[in-house]
């Protein structure tokens, strides 16, 4: 038996379809759901977390298996808002990191890691994620790997602010792509300039050989 948390609708898709293939799987998508006692009641094998927005609490992950997905290659890039930190890094090509949850922040043992190319949009991105953790979580369930801690040198990355998106002072047509589409999700602060009166908003950027054709969302102040 399996449980899998998600709160991010993008993945929501992948996750019914394993839910169709694991009859005696639960899906939960509300913090309010993950409690001791439904765990307690449905003894999971594994909880998998492909995107999970709260704190697992301790009592949890001290009890029972609890499997989350992180877009690094792990010990490198601990912490928050990996995607934009990468790509900000100009990272093209990254690990999906399949950990046990632990005490600190992405600190725990790895069960497996797989490649993931980061081109296009932070949606596209997100989606490509979603299969490839789908599979990895297949792999987990089949083959019961035992997690190995991890080695390498520690790089943590710090959770970016709606300010760090206003791209005003960026000089470079390549690195204002890179903003647009490392923003460019639900749920995300797109990238933005100001005037006095009013803030530009962009999105679906596509780069050209000396410009950017994007969306613009127009908001008055």
Partial sequence: MIIIANSNPIHSEMCQSILNEFPDSRLLTQKEELTVDLLTELKPDYIFFPHWSFIIPKSIYQQFNCVVFHMTDLPFGRGGSPLQNLIDRGVNLTKISALKVSEGIDTGDIYLKEDLYL???????????????????????????????????????????????????????????????????????????????FRFEFSRASLKKDCIISDVRIIKK
């Fill in 119 to 197: 081109y296009g949009t932070a949606e596209e991105i997100f989606l490509r994620t979603g299969s490839i953790i789908k599979k990895m979580i297949y792999q987990i369930i089949a083959t019961k790997p035992d997690p190995i801690p991890q080695t390498g040198e520690i790089i943590t990355f710090k959770r970016r602010t709606p300010s760090q998106s206003d791209i005003s002072t960026i000089n470079s047509i390549e690195k204002i792509y890179d903003f647009i589409r490392m923003l460019d999700a639900e749920g995300y602060p797109k990238a933005y300039i100001e005037s006095e009166h």
